[in-house]
Each structure stands twice: as structure tokens, then as C-alpha cells.
């Protein structure tokens, strides 16, 4: 089985809703197999095969736990090289978050990440949990292929 891990933070629910949505959408995907996690260990990450992370914005930054697990990563070397990615969030005015952990998954980690973030304001109507659907979909799949 390759493993999905669909990790998020959300404080008011509107990130953990897309998340759910995302891991829905993985899991349709014969031979992925997918965890929905609030947290994780950095040592954890090494151990999927694919990564999305959905990460609200709060005051133009990420929320602190996100930032710190990608940090104690890369402290402790863990390897993410070439492993697809993707990321989503709710955001309210500016939604930076999403964008700085590409960025993050892109230059420090060097992750695949083939899609733009998946921005959704304040909480995501049903066209935008389809489209979660469709990018858990789409990141499991591209493990198959
Ligand atoms: C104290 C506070 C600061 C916020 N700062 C930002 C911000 O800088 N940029 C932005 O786009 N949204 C901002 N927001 C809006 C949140 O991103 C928005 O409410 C989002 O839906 C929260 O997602 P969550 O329910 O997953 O926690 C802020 C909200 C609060 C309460």
C-alpha cells in the first residue's frame, strides 16, 4: 500500500473540514492508503509517501505547529526528496500560509509539488470540498502512476 498522509491545523474548523475532504478524495484511490492527522512526529513524515498539508493563515504566517514540524525536520535531516505534495486553507484576507509551506516542501525539502495551493475563503462551500475531493484524488493517484 503507499501511504497519504493528509496533516492539517485549523482553529475554527473551515482547514479541518478541506482536509477531510482531501483525505475523502485519496482514499478513493485503489492502493492508497490514507491518514487524517492533526499532528505529526518530523521522524513520522519519512514514512509517506505523499504529502498534503492544509494550513489556515493567521496574522500573514502559518500557524506555529506547522512551522515547527518542518523545522525539527529539517533539524533532524529527515528526507522528503521527490516525494509528491500538495497544499490547501482557508484563509480569510491574504492566505500566505499555503504558499510559504510550498515553498518550504519545494526549496528546503525538494517535494514534488505540481499544483498551486488550494485557497478557499473563511468555509468551503460544496463546490470547494469537490475540489479537495479532487486534490487528494489526484495526489494519490499520481503514486500510482
Ligand atoms: C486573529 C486572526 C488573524 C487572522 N489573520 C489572517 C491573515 O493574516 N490573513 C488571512 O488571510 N486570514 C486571516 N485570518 C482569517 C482566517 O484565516 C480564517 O478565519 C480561516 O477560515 C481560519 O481557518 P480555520 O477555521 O481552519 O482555523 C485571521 C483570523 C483571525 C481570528
Known amino acids: 500500500m ?3 498522509l493528509v496533516l492539517y491545523y485549523s ?3 473551515n482547514t479541518e473540514k478541506m482536509a477531510k475532504a482531501v483525505a475523502e478524495g485519496a482514499k478513493t484511490v485503489n492502493g492508497a492508503q490514507v491518514e487524517l492527522a492533526y499532528f505529526a512526529e518530523a521522524e ?3 514514512g ?3 504529502i498534503a498539508v492544509g494550513t489556515p493563515t493567521y496574522h500573514h504566517d502559518m500557524p506555529i505547529d506547522i512551522k515547527m514540524l518542518f523545522e525539527e525536520a529539517a533539524a533532524r535531516n529527515v528526507s522528503l526528496k521527490g ?4 497544499t490547501f486553507g482557508s484563509y480569510g484576507w ?5 504558499k510559504f509551506v510550498v515553498e518550504i516542501m519545494k526549496n528546503k525539502f525538494e517535494m514534488k509539488v505540481a499544483k498551486s495551493p488550494l ?3 473563511y468555509a ?3 463546490a470547494t470540498l469537490d475540489q479537495c475531493r479532487a486534490l487528494g484524488k489526484q495526489l494519490a493517484e499520481s503514486l500510482i502512476q
Do not use: H, R
Not at 83 to 86: C, H
Not at 94 to 98: K, L
Open 48 to 50: 509517506f509517501d505523499a
Open 11 to 13: 482553529q475554527t474548523g
Open 83 to 86: 516525494k509528491p505534495a500538495a
Open 94 to 98: 491574504s492566505g500566505e500560509a499555503p
Open 44 to 46: 513520522d513524515l519519512a
Open 124 to 126: 468551503p462551500d460544496p
Open 119 to 121: 485557497l478557499c475563503k
Open 2 to 4: 503507499l501511504k497519504v
